[in-house]
């Protein structure tokens, strides 16, 4: 009896504590309003690139915005040369209708994060894939800006198998960390790598993976997701010259962009290049947390016919 009243007594206590230590917390009212915000900017924002104005797409860009694609020179620096891309990107293709936004914030409201799903379809209606896009926003100035973006097509797992065993083409080479803080990051990134199927991203965490199915919201969904990247492909292991990070200055925020190989362990021996990049949120001295990942694999302009082939 008296142990059965010592734990009726503990019980409660250890409920309390946890939700006053480790259980979910309310959101505050600029967390909320963040969220909120980057919603509809980011809606507005893809609209505006269903209707071909390129320029209020970019209204929203900061100077040293990152943009990246899915082609072999995957990155654009800068707002000018990003606006400049997605002009000639416009060009072949037209990006549909919004299917889902998800947003994360944190509790603070000046750093938010969004995962976008698209149809994509040639301007022919020839092939219509999903596409994904990715960004972190920054807010200065009451202004949310963009820190970097991310678009990437969504095949299945069969169609990039189909393109892997043809081999892609050689990544570039990316451009070294500069800096302490950003050297920090790359560090810290070397080290996650080490561990990846064990990454620990933040509670509001989205992820984004390399076919049509991939998406996960929430630290345990991202977290699950991520080990299953790594039992489905393999260990990954950095590329030469295949690792870029950037931390803007008095922003305590920060990106990655690693050039990846993987073998999955059924395909052969066939090594498949893919593109991770992730944005982190500083947490104290030599903390980073992640906030967003989006994992991709180059879609070359033959992956069409290569498609048919896989159905």
């Not at 919603?39 to 390129?54: F, H, K, W």
């Not at 302490?180 to 933040?202: N, S, T, W």
């Not at 947390?289 to 033959?302: F, K, N, R």
């Amino acid at each position: 009896m008296r142990f059965i009243a010592g734990i009726a007594v503990v019980v409660p206590i250890m409920v309390v504590l946890w939700v006053l230590v480790g259980g979910p917390r309310p959101e505050p009212a600029a967390q909320v309003a963040a969220r909120h915000a980057v919603d509809s900017l980011t809606r507005a924002r893809l609209a505006a690139l269903e209707q071909g104005d390129v320029a209020a797409w970019g209204a929203a860009l900061r100077p040293d915005v990152l943009l990246l694609g899915d082609d072999v020179d995957p990155a654009r620096t800068g707002r000018e040369d990003a606006i400049a891309e997605m002009r000639r990107e416009l060009g072949p293709t037209i990006p549909g209708g919004v299917e889902r936004v998800t947003v994360g914030a944190t509790r603070r409201g000046r750093l938010a994060w969004a995962a976008a799903e698209l149809d994509h379809r040639a301007a022919d209606d020839s092939l219509a894939r999903p596409l994904r896009q990715t960004a972190a926003y920054l807010l200065r100035d009451d202004e949310w800006r963009v820190l970097i973006e991310n678009h990437s097509q969504g095949p299945t797992w069969e169609e990039i198998k189909a393109r892997a065993a043809r081999g892609f083409p050689a990544p570039v080479a990316l451009a070294a960390p500069q800096g302490r803080d950003a050297e920090r990051l790359a560090k810290r990134f070397r080290r996650a790598l080490a561990h990846f199927g064990r990454m620990r991203p933040d509670r509001q965490a989205i992820a984004v993976g390399p076919s049509r199915s991939d998406l996960a919201v929430g630290d345990s969904a991202v977290s699950v997701m991520v080990a299953d990247w790594e039992r489905r492909l393999g260990a990954p292991r950095l590329a030469t010259d295949g690792l870029s990070t950037w931390v803007p200055r008095r922003t305590g925020v920060g990106w990655v962009v690693a050039h990846l190989e993987v073998s999955p362990p059924d395909w052969g021996g066939i090594t498949l290049p893919l593109r991770f990049t992730g944005v982190y949120r500083e947490r104290g001295e030599d903390g980073w947390g992640l906030v967003l990942a989006h994992l991709s694999v180059g879609v070359p302009d033959d992956l069409e016919p290569v498609a048919e082939a896989a159905r």
